[in-house]
């Protein structure tokens, strides 16, 4: 199954203001840097009980996150 982070300071950036957050579309806002190099392919990390690996392949956003937020935050 797939499952989508997003650093929870950039959606703060990006949506302007709190009511905002929710038109990020279902992903998991969460305080942690996403960045290759913190994270890279095949790094495991722990969500409560979950247990994931990161893909080679990141969801680099969609055509929604883009026309709600702009171009510039994708």
């Not at 913190?38 to 247990?51: D, Q």
Request: hydrophobic letters at 45%; proline letters at 5%.
């Amino acid at each position: 199954m797939q499952l989508s982070l997003i650093n929870a300071p950039a959606i703060a950036l990006v949506a302007r203001s709190d009511d905002r957050w929710a038109f990020a579309g279902d992903r998991l806002f969460v305080d942690l840097d996403l960045s290759k190099e913190s994270l890279p392919a095949g790094t495991r990390l722990s969500l409560g009980s979950a247990n994931v690996r990161v893909p080679a392949v990141p969801h680099l956003g969609c055509k929604k996150f883009a026309t709600r937020y702009g171009v510039e935050a994708m």
